[in-house]
Nanobody, 115 residues
Framework: QVHLVESGGGLVQAGGSLRLSCAASGSIFGINAGGWYRQAPGKQRELVASITSGGSTKYADSVKGRFTISRDNAKNTVYLQMNSLKPGDTAHYYC?????????WGQGTQVTVSS
């Protein structure tokens, strides 16, 4: 059974940085496409960043220039480097990974940015 395990969330001051990790286990197949969503209380879920098997990336306008998504195929892991964090980035962050034809989700990790 495939599991996605996230780590790296926490509390940080505005202007600080965090790196989220999303590691896939339980599959002999690698991550095809992967990425991160976030959802803040009272707000809609937002796609933050995604990366394809070929390394193409997409970002929400609100994080362009501050966040960087990357992947390590050998470790079956997707990362989200978040710099210049703002209070508006406060949310629960969920990773997803497409493995073969199935989309898997992590349990989520909280990111809180204080002003």
């Amino acid at each position: 059974q495939v599991h996605l395990v996230e780590s790296g969330g926490g509390l940080v001051q505005a202007g600080g940085s965090l790196r989220l990790s999303c590691a896939a286990s339980g599959s002999i197949f690698g991550i095809n496409a992967g990425g991160w969503y976030r959802q803040a209380p009272g707000k809609q879920r937002e796609l933050v960043a995604s990366i394809t098997s070929g390394g193409s990336t997409k970002y929400a306008d609100s994080v362009k220039g501050r966040f960087t998504i990357s992947r390590d195929n050998a470790k079956n892991t997707v990362y989200l480097q978040m710099n210049s964090l703002k209070p508006g980035d406060t949310a629960h962050y969920y990773c997803f990974a497409l493995i073969l034809a199935t989309n898997y989700w992590g349990q989520g990790t909280q990111v809180t940015v204080s002003s």
